[in-house]
């Protein structure tokens, strides 16, 4: 069964960061490009950033380019988004997602508010 669990979310202030994380498990993680994708209060889903099975490519939205920085350990199977210079737009609901044999597989999600 796959599993996906985020964690690192919490409550900071405008410009500070956070650090999210994404358990993996159930998969062969090393072999699958991974997602970020958030939902904001009230809006649907948006697509945050990805990176392919061996971390050598990485893909951002437009907002989030030069401010988050995904990333990922295959080892400890994990994916990381590193997120700076945080802004109140920024708060959502953060997933990990996986695409695997037609299916997203999503995680349970960790929320990020940016607040002063």
């Known amino acids: 069964e796959v599993q996906l669990v985020e964690s690192g979310g919490g409550l900071v202030q405008p410009g500070g960061s956070l650090r999210l994380s994404c358990a993996a498990s159930?998969?062969?993680?090393?072999?699958?490009?991974m997602n970020w994708v958030r939902q904001a209060p009230g809006k649907g889903l948006e697509w945050v950033s990805a990176?392919?099975?061996?971390?050598?490519?990485?893909y951002y939205a437009e907002s989030m380019k030069g401010r988050f920085t995904i990333s990922r350990d295959n080892a400890k199977k994990t994916l990381y988004l590193q997120m700076n210079s945080l802004k109140s737009e920024d708060t959502a609901v953060y997933y990990c997602?996986?695409?695997?044999?037609?299916?997203?597989?999503w995680g349970q999600g960790t929320q990020v508010t940016v607040s002063s």
């Open positions: 990176i392919s099975w061996n971390g050598g490519r990485t």
């Open positions: 997602n996986v695409w695997i044999n037609g299916f997203w597989n």
């Open positions: 159930g998969f062969t993680f090393a072999d699958y490009a």
